[in-house]
């Protein structure tokens, strides 16, 4: 709970060695840890005390807002109480219930809290206590299912035991009923008792402080009682807002009356009396929504309470909140009412039904208010809740009832105090009750044994004195051992007996010690053995570094067979993958544009118009057999060999019927392309595949940045997970843990490795110096290198050859004391050690460690007897050795000055210096090379420890997303079962699908199997017809032998035996059998004319068709049969898609609900200071207080939607472009297109204009080319043919001649035309002279018949000629036009005579 001031240290510093133990941090601020469970208020002063879970009691002044002291306990604390003035004057003392069943009685002084009493009348937590309102009785209920009583004397520090009893349950709350003046206490099970309170010396304290205490039962109905309503009438002359306000009632009346699941009872967490004047007594409150209940209490004083239940009065809870703790505020003004999510209610005292006060104060979700209180004024309201916040609030209005005056305080200490009960495990009242008199028991014991031992003690004194005044006595009077030894087979039967007991000790200790073994061994599998690399050490030689492994335990077989399992599985999938890719490329690369499915695909196996046998008599023409016999299929089939060599013979006709067929072929290849372009041309409405594809791509593929709590969002198909998934990839996570682990392990065990080698190597050059500098007669130390313990734990077993020798002496020197105390206890007094024996295995430890500390130095006192004895013998052999020594010592020092003084020769001190040199250099060498290596190896030590820092980084952030993985786990376990369901039933549709697409394979199949097979009968009816038209070829009765062939005849049906004809198709045969009796009422003769053999052949032929008839109606129907199946094929599809797709809603929806489940884990995300910015506000710096409403958001998807919205720029562009260039390519296409329709038209028009011009009216060329060529009209065209070319040939002679004549005639013609224009003039001279001469004639006449008007003769003569003239022009131009209306008339401009 409490907050540290660090200073920041780079971890720079911390890599490069710099030693931070100096910084310290300081505290900035101390708290409650956990939760704060109580709270109370001083009675004299604005001061409050709190106790929490973390064990520590503060003291605050909460005006100033300041913790004044705090005391810190070893067990949590669960109740508290401030007594008021009328108890302690001074208004300083509270008690303090905790969770280790102790209660503490403290008193507030200057400096902290003052202990006055302390009692542990409980094993368990204390959960709740009740003083009586004169203060003068106790009650302590507690967890372990026990009332504890007291009799206070003094509330300040006197308290009285009792006695306890047991209730049946565990309590939640205790309070006092001023009525009964007794103690209510609410059970978990929901019940709440009256326990009456023992008379003072009613209880026999001398055995045990239990009793049997006197207890009542209330009985009450933990629910409203519910009341049926009478119905309301509707009134038609109501208004619409009375109509809404008796609709809001009824609601309200449903929400009333409506029943939870739950039926109860529920826990009873509080029950407190009620004001004075109130209608009820209580007020219960139990652990259910809106259950604050007010009950009248008289079923106290009723004698079948038992039997009575007594139902609430009125309900003072709030909507949609559970009580948890109540009581009556300081002054008595308010009820305060605690509850979960953080919220309280407040209601004043004399007006319970009205709220006076709901808010929200603490944590809606973890915050539930544990206690609440207010000030001694009732100004200030106090809470606490279990999300450890503490708030104060001020009441408006309230008038304080004084300035609070300062109570005196003392310094702590300075008043009694008593001492606290530290340990957890200390004896309650009752077990120290129960112990007391064992206790004394155990010590009357223990002063037997002890004066028992001092006996002994006394006698083994007399009894060594004795030995050591016998060894101080001279040789002759000394006593002997054996004579010492008054009864020897009392030794060895005391021998005998301490045998017995160490086998039996041994015996006993066997099973303890194959226990531990077992334990030992138990430990070891799990913690050692199970681990494939402890952790382990490394240290470097001259860094100080140190280095860690990794503490990897081995794989289980469980989870290498789940390893396994899961790369299989990634095997098989990326098989199936890479199968289904092939087969997607194959498919692609042979797939044909063609439709399937549909109505579409039996247009081909339709019998085709005009191929059917029975047709129009007028249509199947001699023409038409003619068409036939000039076909393909017709040449070489059903003719003679006579009409296949005439064929042969008759080239010009073959080419003839050649050219038709040919042109026939072009025809349908044309008709055919002309039905595919139609086929893939595509509708107005028909979308283009590729952007369909590029569609469908990016919404596949492209990222969706929506947030996943975003209720639209949707989960895409590749991030949909499964429980199954899941546990895939924590099985691959805790592979990939492992990996990384066992990397650095290998590589950190190579490198311990390199050090043992390296050691050996430094250890022989160290010996080698070591060499070097005694034959330089250097004395330099030499540095030693080794192995650490921690360095290679995996021979913690082993034990080296010198601590065997070391333990070898401690034996020996074991024995040696063992064998010394088996010599003081020989003779008098062994019997008494031995026969103590027990006693002395009862003793304190403390007791034996003194006792061996006595033998120790009794043996040391013998010791140094025995050599002070020995010494003066060996004094004088010490004084001759010591003088020969110091004589060797002379000579050898003498002689090695005799040999110093001896001066070497030049050649022997140019040998000594050049020995000295080479031992130098060596010596520098194995220096040189034992520190490269030193820091070669303490380089790579610290690279491994700076790998390993990184590494442990990401191993956390694994560590945590395993976590992650589990929880996701768990959660999607729970998942599982529906989704599974799903699964199947998405499953089940999607077989019943690919079941209907196999069906409609198949259909398709049989179709496409019955279009060869009519393909196939309609060749054989055309080899038929063939046949036919080739065998009355040559015969004059044409007409009368197609009438016999297509003559229908009665003929008998050959049926299967289990063929059975419908009703219908005996009716159709009836009718057929009557038309065809009357058709056969004619007697059928051979025409006259014919030839017997050809009328045989066409009855024969009629046979054929009538069977091959009979084939394909039956093919028609098994082809309708298989349509009508196809077409109920199709309907299932679209009812399976259907169920498909609201199957696939459901997941979506499943889905959704499953991601908003895992977006409520939450994900631990290490990042570091500098990688945290707020792009949000003013100041980008720094981060805002209130983060609500950012979104984390990594840089690398920013930058992608940065680039994303460039990306976006760009195409949009681009297909702005595209758009624009396809917008020009349509209006040109449009363009062209109507071009072309101009074209068609026009060329419609002339083939219609030719077709009135050459035919009189529009005709149909298919049907015109399906004439079949006859050999006659074939033979007289080409007879035509070579008459026009003969006559082409004259006429192009003509045709020189009319040129030469032409030409002849121009010339002449320009002869004329110049005389004629010479005579154009005369005549316009002529016309003139002739103008001026009637001019004249005219004035002449009118002057002679005075101006008559009258015409003359020759004028009327003129006149009739005129008309004669016109007539004849008119008549000529008839003529004209009859000619130039008949097909191929000449027009031939006749000559007219002017006859001017």
Not at 746 to 763: E, G, H, S, V, Y
Not at 1110 to 1117: L, Y
Not at 1287 to 1297: C, F, H, I, N, V
Request: proline share 3%.
């Amino acid at each position: 709970g409490a907050f540290w001031k660090v200073p920041f240290v780079d971890h720079k510093d911390v890599i490069a060695g710099k030693d931070i133990s100096g910084i310290h941090g300081t505290l900035f601020k101390s708290y409650h840890a956990d939760r704060i469970t109580c709270v109370e208020t001083s009675p004299v002063d604005h001061m409050a005390v709190t106790a929490g879970d973390d064990g520590s009691v503060r003291l605050f002044d909460y005006i100033t807002q300041k913790e004044v002291f705090r005391e810190t306990f070893s067990a949590g604390a669960t109740c508290l109480f401030w007594m008021p003035v009328e108890w302690d004057p001074e208004g300083l003392t509270f008690a303090v219930g905790f969770e280790n069943g102790v209660l503490r009685i403290l008193r507030r002084t200057e400096n902290g809290f003052d202990l006055t009493a302390v009692m542990k009348p409980h094993t368990k937590a204390l959960t709740c206590f009740a003083f009586s309102p004169d203060g003068q009785l106790l009650v302590t209920a507690s967890s372990d299912e026990t009332l504890f009583f007291f009799v206070v004397q003094d509330p300040i520090q006197e308290y009285q035991p009792i006695g306890f009893s047991k209730i049946p349950g565990k309590p939640r709350n205790i309070s006092w009923n001023t009525d009964q003046d007794r103690a209510m206490v609410c059970m978990e099970d929901g019940t709440l008792y009256l326990v009456d309170f023992p008379e003072e010396g009613s209880v026999d304290q001398s055995v045990s402080f239990e009793f049997e205490a006197a207890y009542h039962k209330f009985v009450y109905n933990q629910q409203m009682k519910k009341e049926e309503k009478p119905q309301k009438e509707k009134k038609d002359d109501e208004g619409e807002d009375d109509d809404k306000k008796d609709d809001d009632e009824d609601d309200e009346d449903d929400e009333e009356v409506e029943e939870d699941g739950d039926k109860g009872p529920w826990p009873c967490n509080f029950a407190i009396m009620a004001p004075e004047g109130d209608p009820g007594k209580l007020i219960i409150g139990v652990q259910k929504e809106e259950a604050v209940f007010e009950y009248a209490g008289e079923t106290w004083e009723s004698p079948d309470f038992e039997q009575f239940a007594e139902d609430p009065i009125r309900n003072l809870a709030f909507y949609n909140t559970i009580a948890v703790t109540a009581r009556y505020s300081r002054a008595g003004n308010y009820l305060l009412i605690g509850c979960e999510k953080g919220r309280l209610l407040m209601r004043q005292k004399n007006n319970l039904p009205k709220m006076f006060h709901a808010t929200l104060m603490h944590d809606g979700m973890y915050g539930t208010i544990l206690a609440a209180t207010t000030s001694y004024d009732d100004a200030y309201l106090l809470t606490v809740g279990a999300d450890g916040c503490f708030f104060v609030q001020k009441i408006d209005p309230i008038e304080p009832k004084g300035v609070a005056k300062a109570p005196k305080l003392s310094k702590k200490g300075a008043k009694k105090t008593v001492d606290d009960i530290l340990h957890t495990d200390a004896y309650s009242i009752q077990e120290a009750k129960l112990k007391a008199d064992e206790d004394r028991r155990r010590e009357l014991a223990e002063m037997k044994k002890k004066s028992l031992r001092e006996q002994v003690q006394e006698l083994m004194r007399e009894y060594e004195d004795l030995m050591q005044a016998n060894e101080a006595a001279e040789k002759g009077k000394r006593i002997s051992k054996e004579e010492l030894s008054l009864d020897p087979e009392i030794q060895e039967i005391l021998d005998k007996q301490n045998d017995n007991r160490v086998e039996i000790a041994r015996k006993e200790m066997a099973w303890i010690t194959a226990k531990k073994e077992l334990k030992l061994d138990k430990l070891r599998s799990v913690f050692i053995d199970s681990l494939q690399v402890e952790r382990i050490l490394l240290y470097g030689f001259k860094n100080g570094r140190s280095v860690s492994s990794f503490r990897t335990a081995r794989l289980t077989e469980r989870q290498k067979k789940n390893i396994a399992g899961v790369h299989e599985l990634i095997q098989t999938g990326e098989e199936a993958k890479r199968r289904a890719q092939f087969s997607a490329n194959q498919a692609a690369s042979t797939k044909d544009g063609s439709p399937h499915g549909g109505d579409e695909s039996f247009s081909d196996i339709e019998k085709p118009s005009g191929m059917g046998m029975e047709g129009d008599s007028k249509e199947f023409n001699e023409t038409n057999l003619s068409d036939q016999s000039g076909g393909e299929g017709g040449t070489g089939k059903g003719l003679g060999d006579t009409q296949q060599r005439k064929k042969k013979e008759k080239m010009p006709v073959k080419s003839a019927l050649d050219k038709a067929e040919e042109r026939k072929r072009e025809r349908e290849e044309r008709d055919r392309g002309l039905q595919e372009l139609k086929q893939r041309m595509p509708n107005d409405n028909t979308e283009d595949h590729k952007d369909m594809a590029i569609i469908i791509r990016a919404e596949k593929y492209m990222g969706d940045y929506k947030l996943k709590s975003d209720p639209e969002y949707v989960v895409p198909e590749n991030q949909r997970v499964t429980a199954e998934q899941k546990l895939n990839q924590l099985i691959l996570l805790e592979e990939s843990i492992s990996t990384l682990r066992m990397d650095f392990n290998d590589r950190f065990l190579a490198l311990r490795d390199l050090k043992r080698r390296l050691i050996d190597n430094i250890t022989r050059d160290n010996g080698r110096i070591i060499e070097i500098n005694k034959q330089l007669k250097v004395d330099e130390p030499v540095m030693s290198l080794t192995m650490y313990p921690d360095e290679q734990p995996e021979n913690r077993n082993k034990v080296e050859r010198e601590v065997l020798v070391q333990f070898e002496k401690e034996q020996l020197k074991a024995e040696k004391k063992a064998a010394a105390r088996a010599k003081a206890a020989a003779g008098f007094g062994a019997d008494l050690d031995g026969g103590d024996q027990e006693d002395e295995d009862d003793e304190d430890d403390d007791g034996k460690k003194k006792e061996e500390k006595k033998e120790d130095k009794k043996e040391d006192k013998k010791e140094d007897k025995k050599t002070t004895s020995k010494l003066g013998k060996g004094r004088a052999i010490g004084r001759r050795e010591s003088a020969s020594l110091s004589g060797k010592q002379r000579m050898e020092q003498e002689r090695q000055q005799r040999l110093a003084a001896i001066q070497k020769s030049p050649l022997e001190e140019e040998e000594e210096y050049v020995v000295t040199e080479k031992l130098m250099y060596e010596k520098s060498r194995l220096q040189r090379k034992i520190d490269k290596t030193i820091s070669t190896f303490d380089d790579a030590l610290d690279e491994l420890r700076r790998e390993k820092f990184k590494l442990e980084g990401d191993l956390k952030m694994a560590d945590m997303k395993l976590l992650l993985l589990y929880k996701e786990l768990m959660l999607l376990t729970d998942f599982k079962k529906r989704d599974q369901q799903l699964t199947k039933k998405l499953e089940d549709r999607g077989a019943e699908k690919k079941d209907i697409m196999e069906k409609i394979q198949q259909c398709q199949e049989k179709l496409g199997e019955k279009k060869v097979e009519i393909e196939r009968l309609l060749m054989r009816e055309k080899q038929i017809r063939d046949d036919f038209t080739a065998a009355i070829a040559n015969s004059n009765t044409q007409d009368a032998l197609v009438r016999i062939f297509k003559k229908k005849i009665k003929r008998k049906k050959v049926k299967n035996e289990d063929e059975e004809d419908n009703s219908d198709e005996e009716s159709d045969d009836e009718s057929d059998d009557d038309d065809d009796d009357e058709e056969d009422e004619e007697e059928e003769v051979c025409p006259i004319g014919c030839e017997p053999a050809v009328y045989q052949r066409v009855v024969e032929l009629r046979e054929k068709r009538m069977e091959q008839e009979d084939i394909v109606n039956d093919f028609q129907k098994s082809i309708e049969v298989l349509r009508k199946e196809n077409e109920v094929l199709s309907k299932k599809e679209k009812t399976i898609d259907t169920q498909l797709r609201q199957v696939e809603k459901e997941i979506q929806v499943f889905q959704n609900e499953k991601q908003m489940k895992l977006n409520e884990l939450e994900t631990v995300v290490v990042l570091k200071l500098r990688q945290i910015q707020c792009l949000a506000g003013p100041d980008t710096n720094k981060m805002p207080l209130n983060m609500k409403n950012l979104v984390v958001f990594t840089n690398h998807g920013l930058k992608a939607l940065h680039s994303r919205i460039l990306d976006l720029f760009h195409e949009k562009k681009t297909l702005n472009k595209d758009f624009q260039d396809l917008r020009r390519k349509h209006v040109a296409l449009t363009k062209v297109r109507k071009e072309k329709q101009t074209d068609v038209q026009n060329w419609e028009a002339k083939v219609y204009e030719i077709q009135l011009l050459k035919f009189g009216q529009r005709i149909n060329l298919e049907s015109l080319e399906n004439v079949s060529v006859d050999r006659k009209t074939e033979e007289l065209k080409q007879q035509l043919r070579a008459e026009e070319s003969k006559w082409e040939a004259e006429l192009k002679r003509w045709d020189q001649k009319l040129q030469d004549a032409k030409e002849r005639q121009s010339s002449i013609t320009q002869e004329n035309s110049a005389l004629l224009k010479k005579l154009g003039t005369l005549r316009q001279d002529q016309q003139k002279l002739e103008d001026i001469l009637g001019l004249s004639q005219n004035k002449i006449l009118a002057r002679m018949t005075g101006g008559s008007k009258v015409a003359s003769a020759e004028d009327r003569r003129q006149l009739k000629e005129l008309v004669i003239v016109q007539q004849q022009e008119i008549d000529q131009l008839k003529a004209e036009i009859a000619m130039l209306s008949r097909k191929g008339g000449h027009v031939y401009t006749p000559v007219v005579n002017n006859g001017a």
